[in-house]
């Protein structure tokens, strides 16, 4: 027998879960909390399934009576219903992997110079859980969770890495309409940072500098020519055969963190250490593999470099600090050492100097050299 309006009105709240039959398959299930919800149930391929409709009296008793008909129709001509609204959902999601490709291309590669640890930390730790996902379903606790467990690995700097890097792909994405708001926004950093301010002591600087025998002889050179001319570490380990000339370094703009050309002269001791160094095939001056991949593993080299010095509670960036402060004492301007360390200069004067100053250079890093690596 076939349901009315009024039988549908005058059926109480059951106690426990009952349906309504309206036949041929249309159901009104109805729960202790008072929802009452329309559903289908037929047969596909042998197996009897139920496809939901929506809500009672959202959905009156003609509307569910249509919809049920539509369902059967496409039954009859060999269709799932429940498969015909998977499908449905799935084209209307915007994944978080999409998202990021999109980002990826259209942002970090263009614009960031550092997008290749941007990129792998996103991959590393938030892709991983939340890739598949719907990017508008992201909710501010599955960041939190996100930015929890990486701290629980005793990293709380990657922590707040990962979260400022996360918090730009999102207001990135609401910009292209993806999303109104930033689930990243206004989450605390679990640490709070402090600008570091090792120094290294000249014996310090010279005990590791004469550690580095005990590494292979490409890790030799890469560690001592750090040492020797004071440049970041990306930029040296991806040191390529083009970018070495007789006497000097120039990588390009595109490598360099404040996107200026390094045009870094070369001391005697730095070209005695390249000079030992193999003509590999490939394009990386300090490579493992033949020169087509980087040197890496800086961690590893630092613990050896650690153990066998004795200088603990150092990082490569500190060379930097050391040899502008060595240089200093010895009466090297602060205007020279900025320059040496390919620092900007946003001062009016800098719009017109468009000299190299490679004399100041060389001689500055000539009295480093014969300070760090002990020349008399």
Same mark, same amino acid.
């Given at each position: 027998m076939r349901l009315s309006e009024y039988?549908?009105?005058?059926?109480?709240?059951?106690?426990?879960?009952?349906?309504?039959?309206?036949g041929r398959g249309l159901e009104l299930r109805m729960t202790p909390s008072g929802r009452r919800t329309w559903s289908l149930?037929?047969?596909?391929?042998?197996?009897?399934q139920r496809?939901?409709?929506?809500?009672?009296?959202?959905?009156?008793?003609?509307?569910?009576?249509?919809?049920?008909d539509k369902l059967r129709n496409q039954v009859a001509h060999g269709q799932n219903p429940q498969e015909l609204k998977r499908k449905a959902r799935n084209a209307n999601i915007v994944t978080v992997n999409w998202c990021y490709d999109q980002f990826l291309v259209r942002y970090l590669q263009p614009q960031l110079r550092t997008w290749q640890e941007y990129d792998k930390r996103i991959?590393?730790?938030?892709l991983p859980p939340l890739g598949k996902k719907d990017i508008r379903q992201v909710q501010k606790t599955d960041i939190?969770?996100?930015?929890?467990?990486?701290?629980?690995?005793?990293?709380?700097?990657?922590?707040?890495r990962v979260l400022q890097y996360t918090s730009k792909f999102f207001k990135w994405c609401i910009g292209r309409g993806y999303i109104e708001h930033n689930p990243a926004a206004n989450i605390p950093k679990p640490a709070k940072e402090s600008s570091r301010e090792r120094v290294l002591s000249l014996a310090e600087a010279r005990s590791i500098y004469m550690a580095a025998e005990c590494l292979g002889?490409?890790?030799?050179?890469?560690?001592?020519?750090?040492?020797? $001319? !004071?440049?970041? #570490? %990306?930029?040296?380990?991806?040191?390529?055969?083009?970018?070495?000339?007789?006497?000097?370094?120039? $990588? !390009?703009?595109? #490598? %360099?963190?404040?996107?200026?050309?390094?045009?870094t002269p070369l001391t005697d001791e730095a070209k005695a250490v390249l000079a030992a160094l193999p003509r590999n095939n490939g394009i990386y001056v300090f490579s493992t593999t033949g020169g087509h991949r980087p040197i890496g593993n800086f961690s590893r080299i630092k613990d050896i470099l650690a153990a066998k010095s004795g200088v603990v509670d150092w990082t490569?960036?500190?060379?930097?600090?050391?040899?502008?402060t060595e240089l200093e004492r010895k009466g090297v301007s602060r205007h020279d050492l900025m320059h040496v360390l390919n620092h900007t200069d946003n001062s009016v004067t800098a719009i017109y100097d468009r000299s190299e100053h490679l004399q100041q250079k060389r001689t500055a890093l000539i009295i480093w050299s014969s300070l760090v690596a002990q020349i008399n």
């Open positions: 039988e549908i009105k005058a059926t109480p709240t059951p106690i426990k879960r009952s349906t309504l039959s309206d149930l037929y047969p596909f391929n042998g197996k009897k496809f939901t409709i929506g809500d009672y009296p959202a959905v009156k008793l003609k509307e569910a009576r249509l919809i049920a991959r590393a730790d938030v939190i969770k996100i930015i929890d467990a990486i701290t629980d690995r005793d990293a709380p700097v990657l922590a707040n002889p490409i890790t030799c050179a890469f560690v001592r020519l750090l040492m020797l $001319i !004071g440049q970041r #570490r %990306s930029e040296i380990s991806q040191l390529e055969w083009t970018e070495l000339q007789s006497d000097r370094i120039e $990588i !390009g703009g595109h #490598r %360099s963190k404040n996107g200026k050309p390094i045009i490569y960036h500190d060379f930097r600090r050391t040899i502008a």
